[in-house]
C-alpha cells in the first residue's frame, strides 16, 4: 500500500461517532484540520481558524487519551496513527475543519489512502466533506 506524500496542518485526530446530519450515531473517525478563512457565524469551532501549533492525536481508539505532535504532521504518519485508531472498524471517516480544502493537496493524497487502507480492513466507506458543508452524503467506496 503506497504511503501518501506531504503534510498537513491538522488541530487533532480522533474516533468518536458522528454527532449530526444524516449519519448520527456511526463510528466515525475524524481527522480535524487547522485553519479556515469562512467565518461562518454559527461556527462552533473559532480555535480552528488558524494554523494549529500541535494536533492533538488519540493514542488508542475509545480512550479519549491523546499525545500533542507539532504541525506540521507528515500523511504517512497520520495514515499510522489512523491505523493505530483502528480505521477499519469505522463507518465513516470525516475530513473536517477548520476548512480542509484550504489544504488540497493534502486532502487529495489522505482521503484515497484513507480509503485504500479501510478497505483492506473493513467495509468502511469514508466521506470528504469540509466543515461547511456538513450533511453531504458521503461517496460510496
Ligand atoms: S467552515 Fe466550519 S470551522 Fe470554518 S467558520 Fe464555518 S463552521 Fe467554523
Known amino acids: 500500500m503506497a504511503e501518501p506524500a506531504g503534510t498537513a496542518n491538522l488541530v487533532e485526530v480522533f474516533s468518536s461517532v458522528q454527532g449530526e446530519g444524516p449519519h448520527v450515531g456511526e463510528t466515525t473517525l475524524f481527522v480535524r484540520f487547522g485553519e479556515c478563512d469562512l467565518r461562518c457565524a454559527w461556527c462552533d469551532s473559532p480555535g480552528t481558524w488558524k494554523p494549529a501549533k ?5 493514542i488508542a481508539r475509545g480512550t479519549g487519551k491523546r499525545v500533542a505532535v507539532p504541525n506540521p504532521v507528515a500523511l504517512s504518519a497520520l495514515l499510522g496513527a489512523c491505523e493505530r485508531l483502528e480505521l477499519g472498524a469505522h463507518r465513516f471517516a470525516s475530513l473536517t475543519g477548520g476548512e480542509p480544502l484550504l489544504q488540497p493537496e493534502a486532502v487529495a ?4 489512502a484513507l480509503r485504500a487502507a479501510a478497505r483492506a480492513r473493513s467495509s468502511i466507506r469514508s466521506t470528504s466533506a469540509s466543515c461547511a458543508s456538513r450533511g453531504a452524503r458521503p461517496r460510496s467506496s
Request: proline share 11%; net charge positive; aromatic share 0%.
Open 54 to 58: 500541535r494536533c492533538r492525536i488519540e
Open 109 to 112: 493524497a489522505l482521503a484515497p
